[in-house]
């Protein structure tokens, strides 16, 4: 069978659309001939009239009324396909949320890496609260605190690093002593991450169960962000359990030390979800975050952050 002659359609459906065969010529930008001409091959090709010529405009006969449906209605569809090539080609920014723990210390860090070698991919960033969903609709990566396998967030989760926390506390605080003991952290003040939970474990986990007593409670601050509880833990004003794979460069810096092997959360983790399905440019942008991410993370020695935390 000889193949469908596209261009032929195409001017029938412009003349059935303009009403004539002179406004067809103007929209698709030949001459009226053309028009005509191509017009005439497709009646050949199918071997019966499409149009009643006599009088001032055109007539669709009957054949040419099915035949017109049918070709408007194929290329509506191949225009909005067409559309959605183009949008994934034309990809916008690849939107990132990321809770502030990892924004602030694992990920604005090391973004420049990313955007070095990958200058095309168009980056937007934006805080995910820990403790609210996140809407996916509107976010393609996000980085995201859990306890143990993520489900239900996006379409895919993986395992990023550990949220195994120790202690730890700036040196400054320490003023040359040795904080070797349990019992020193209480004269050093304790800094607690959203409730003193956190710290009831740790004190049970290293052999020292310790009821959160008035003792313990004394001066203590507690903080609903783990940035807040840093800082103050980089200020001096106590000791704070925080997420070695958070803290890594801190402790390499001297700028807190680490005061103990136990560690509690291991349990808990960070994880980065793909937030919606994608195509095109955009999941080839998202693939090559991914991948970077992965590597920065054990390019940076956060291996031990990412398998679990250290226990003494």
């Known amino acids: 069978m000889m193949q469908i002659p596209l261009n032929s359609l195409r001017a029938f459906e412009a003349v059935v659309r303009t009403g004539s065969f002179k406004a067809a010529a103007d929209v698709l930008f030949v001459t009226q001939s053309a028009v005509s001409h191509q017009v005439r091959h497709l009646e050949e ?27 408007s209605l194929s290329l509506a569809e191949m225009e909005a396909a067409c559309d959605r090539a183009r949008a994934g080609l034309r990809a916008g920014p690849l939107v990132i949320a990321a809770i502030p723990s990892v924004a602030v210390c694992w990920l604005i860090p090391r973004l420049a890496g990313f955007r070095a070698a990958h200058p095309e991919v ?17 976010v393609h990566l996000a980085f995201v605190f859990a306890k143990g396998p993520l489900e239900g967030a996006g379409v895919g989760a993986e395992p990023f690093l550990s949220g195994a926390s120790v202690p730890v506390c700036s040196p400054a605080l320490l003023q040359g002593r040795r904080a070797e003991r349990p019992s020193d952290y209480l004269s050093l003040g304790l800094l607690h991450d959203t409730d003193t939970g956190g710290w009831a474990e740790w004190f049970r986990r290293a052999g020292v169960p310790l009821p959160m007593t008035a003792e313990v409670r004394t001066g203590a601050a507690v903080f609903e962000d783990f940035n807040l509880l840093r800082a103050a833990a980089l200020a001096g004003q106590g000791v704070a359990l925080c997420p070695l794979a958070m ?63 250290r226990n003494g």
């Open 45 to 71: 090709w199918l071997g019966a009239p499409l149009f009643d010529r006599a009088g001032g405009r055109p007539r669709l006969l009957p054949a040419g009324q099915d035949l017109a449906r049918a070709v």
């Open 122 to 138: 168009e980056l937007r960033v934006i805080y995910a609260m820990h403790g609210r969903d996140v809407d996916y609709r509107d």
């Open 247 to 309: 803290i890594r460069p801190d402790l390499e810096a001297g700028r807190l030390v680490q005061l103990s092997e136990v560690s509690v959360m291991e349990d808990w983790g960070y994880h980065l979800v793909t937030g919606r399905l994608m195509e095109g440019a955009q999941m080839q942008a998202a693939q090559a975050f991914r991948d970077w991410a992965y590597a920065a993370r054990e390019d940076a020695g956060a291996r031990d952050g990412a398998t679990g935390g």
